[in-house]
């Protein structure tokens, strides 16, 4: 809309709107997908839970040694805009139900290959085991609010 009278912004309120979009809502693959401007969308990409949805239940929270008092964040948060990614359709079934950390650190042996896959999906480095998921939600969140605003001015 640059050289029209209308103007198109976002406020900081916006953005973190646009993370309330949970796996499978209407919005949710848009939003994603703004995020990953050098995809070809002429593939077809899957919403992907970077920590599988298969982990998170109560029982398998609590077999893993999840605290109790963590266990309702784990739950409340394993949809959130901050644990999903776009992947193709192959990766993503080759991921499917795996541990993150483990499925990363095997499909990405190289740490140069794996540095690259993490910065283009906006994972941080920080410890990507299922006992750091409210971190990594909480520093994921930030990356993705930063590359909106970078995005969006």
């Not at 406020?11 to 994603?32: C, H, K, P, R």
């Not at 998170?56 to 990614?85: C, G, S, V, W």
């Not at 993150?100 to 480095?125: A, Q, S, V």
Request: proline share 4%; charged share 30%.
């Amino acid at each position: 809309m640059k050289g029209t009278p209308k103007a198109v912004s976002f406020d900081n309120d916006e953005i973190y709107n646009l993370l309330y979009y949970q796996y499978g809502q209407a919005y949710t693959y848009s939003v994603l997908a703004f995020i990953y401007p050098s995809l070809d969308f002429r593939n077809k990409f899957h919403q992907d839970h970077i920590f599988p949805k298969k982990l998170f239940t109560r029982k398998r929270l609590a077999t893993r040694l999840i605290p109790e008092d963590e266990i309702d964040f784990y739950l409340d948060n394993y949809n959130h805009m901050a644990n999903l990614q776009l992947l193709e359709g192959t990766p993503n079934q080759e991921k499917s139900g795996k541990d993150f950390k483990d499925w990363l650190e095997g499909k990405y042996p190289n740490k140069d290959t794996r540095k690259t896959y993490m910065e283009k999906h906006y994972i941080l480095n920080v410890d990507l085991s299922l006992k750091n998921f409210r971190e990594f939600i909480e520093e994921r969140q930030k990356l993705i609010v930063e590359t909106f605003k970078k995005l969006l001015v």
